[in-house]
């Protein structure tokens, strides 16, 4: 059970990051009668994405090494890195730029700012779960 976990917590980090950024946010854009209601609305959305990146990158820490063991799991030397990565991006996002553009401060810089540093994340947590879908023994 223990080595199917990481595989876990990346696949579900990596399909929110991407529901949520290439199908939900552009859904409320699409659909709600304002830009103003959609952007109320993507902004909870990205801040539950923001404690659903957290969760995953922790849980991910916790089950890079094993209790007592010497060295990190085989997934982890290739990918902590990309976990941290993707950590911080996610409070940068949610806690530097995230008040910015709420606040409508030079708004075209800051979304620009904010939707580049989400696709960093994702691509963050797209190394991350190929390396632990990669390390994974076939059951």
């Given at each position: 059970?223990?080595?199917r ?16 950024g290439f ?9 709600l009668?304002?830009p103003?209601?959609?952007g ?5 959305l ?11 990158c ?10 007592h ?30 008040p910015k553009?709420v606040?409508?401060e030079?708004?075209?810089?800051w ?10 994340q ?6 991350v779960l ?10």
């Amino acid at each position: 059970m223990f080595e199917r976990l990481p595989f876990f917590c990346a696949a579900l980090w990596w399909g929110s990051l991407s529901t949520i950024g290439f199908v939900a946010v552009p859904m409320l854009f699409a659909h709600l009668p304002t830009p103003a209601l959609a952007g109320f609305m993507a902004a909870k959305l990205f801040a539950a994405q923001t404690w659903i990146s957290i969760a995953c990158c922790a849980l991910l820490l916790v089950f890079s090494k094993r209790k007592h063991a010497e060295k990190l799991e085989q997934w982890a030397q290739a990918a902590i890195g990309f976990v941290i990565t993707g950590m911080l991006l996610a409070l940068l996002v949610q806690y530097g730029v995230s008040p910015k553009i709420v606040a409508r401060e030079n708004l075209r810089l800051w979304h620009s700012v904010g939707t580049g540093m989400y696709a960093l994340q994702w691509l963050c947590a797209a190394v991350v779960l190929w390396r632990v879908a990669g390390a994974r023994k076939p059951a």
